[in-house]
């Protein structure tokens, strides 16, 4: 099926794409899970870096994506925005990783 906006479709393809997307959704997250196993899409070709509803983004992220879940750019927003209400410097590289996680979290999370 090629790619286009979906009201550029024909009322029967839109149709089938909308009964997909309810019995993906029916079993939400564990039969969207699977059946993106199954067809082997990944975290990084579902999102391809675009902005998506938290509840589906996050769910593909923990479900399907390698090892630790990264943080939404949402997330990320909200955590800098506590840490500099707290008096935190808000930086980046692994040696303020490590001033905030601590060694052994970061050993743990890149096994």
């Known amino acids: 099926m090629a790619r286009g906006y979906f009201e550029q479709r024909s009322v029967g393809v839109r149709h089938k794409l ?13 039969r969207f899970v699977r059946a993106a196993e199954t067809v082997g899409l990944s975290q990084s070709r579902i ?3 675009e ?8 769910e593909i992220r923990l479900s399907l994506g390698a090892g630790f879940p990264a943080p939404t750019a949402a997330e990320a927003k909200q955590a800098a ?11 980046s590289g692994q040696a ?16």
């Not at 925005?81 to 930086?91: F, I, N, Q, S």
């Open 18 to 30: 909308l009964v997909s997307a309810l019995w993906l959704l029916d079993d939400w997250p564990e």
């Open 47 to 49: 999102l391809r870096g």
């Open 51 to 58: 902005s998506l509803p938290f509840w589906f983004e996050s």
């Open 81 to 91: 925005a506590y840490l500099v209400k707290g008096g935190e410097e808000v930086g």
């Open 96 to 111: 303020h990783l490590l001033s905030l996680v601590g060694q052994i979290l970061l050993h743990t999370q890149s096994r």
